[in-house]
């Protein structure tokens, strides 16, 4: 089984405010990404460096009710308050090669696999029902491409890169455990937290360092 990060995504208010404080935050303008017909969302995307990208998503004004909680807790009041500050981490997303395997072993329930496509891309990927997830919404979506290349392939080199995923909460012994039996303690911290949240840590193309939280 192979884990890597895929993505990690950052949600905003709305797409264009948002793409305007990651512009000051980062010096880089994101890209337009496209929309997620099934969740009523839509984003912009950068790469990061091979394999991975950095997703700025917001709730799509245009378009109608998904008739279900869209994903990464985006309807919480409480999500939508700490969005209306400025940008902030929501969700990271691992690619695999055994989603079923992956989904199996999990101590912890990752949420229905659902089969989606855009264009001549198709994948699956793990959709909790809440929209938000087990052990308060910092466990991982995992996604499972049809195949390459890996959507980044088509994206220009920003120079941004990422360093590390941070997950804060406050039993890391919890997620610890749950990083582990999935098979993906290498790729993020621990740190204990009063609360379950998520960072992190970019490396601009000038060398400086912003970390995201």
Request: glycine share 12%; no cysteine.
């Given at each position: ?6 993505h990690?995504t950052?949600g905003?208010?709305d797409?264009?405010?948002g793409?305007?404080?990651?512009r ?5 303008d ?5 929309k997620?017909?099934d ?9 990061t460096?091979d394999?991975e990208?950095?997703?700025?998503i917001a709730?799509d004004?245009?378009?109608p009710?998904p008739?279900r909680?869209?994903w990464f807790?985006l309807?919480?009041p ?6 209306a ?5 929501v969700g990271?997303v691992?690619r695999?090669d055994?989603l079923d ?7 912890v329930?990752?949420g229905p ?5 855009r264009g001549?891309?198709?994948w699956r990927l ?7 997830g087990?052990l ?7 996604i499972?491409?049809d ?6 392939a088509?994206?220009?080199?920003s ?5 590390a995923v941070?997950v804060r909460?406050?039993d ?10 999935a098979g993906i303690?290498?790729?993020a ?8 949240g998520?960072a992190?840590?970019l490396r ?10």
């Amino acid at each position: 089984m192979r884990n890597e990060i895929d993505h990690v995504t950052v949600g905003a208010a709305d797409l264009d405010s948002g793409a305007a404080d990651m512009r000051t935050l980062l010096g880089i303008d994101m890209p337009l990404g496209g929309k997620h017909v099934d969740m009523s969302t839509h984003n912009r995307v950068m790469r990061t460096t091979d394999g991975e990208f950095l997703e700025l998503i917001a709730i799509d004004p245009e378009a109608p009710a998904p008739g279900r909680p869209r994903w990464f807790g985006l309807d919480l009041p409480a999500r939508r308050a700490r969005l209306a500050r400025g940008p902030a981490p929501v969700g990271w997303v691992i690619r695999t090669d055994d989603l079923d395997g992956v989904v199996a072993k999990s101590p912890v329930d990752l949420g229905p696999v659902k089969a989606m496509s855009r264009g001549t891309r198709s994948w699956r990927l793990t959709v909790p029902d809440d929209g938000v997830g087990a052990l308060g919404g910092i466990v991982p979506g995992f996604i499972e491409w049809d195949g390459p290349p890996h959507p980044s392939a088509g994206m220009q080199p920003s120079g941004l890169v990422l360093e590390a995923v941070i997950v804060r909460h406050p039993d890391p012994a919890a997620v610890a455990d749950f990083l582990a039996a999935a098979g993906i303690a290498a790729l993020a911290a621990v740190e204990e937290a009063p609360a379950s949240g998520l960072a992190f840590v970019l490396r601009r193309p000038d060398g400086t360092r912003r970390v995201l939280a």
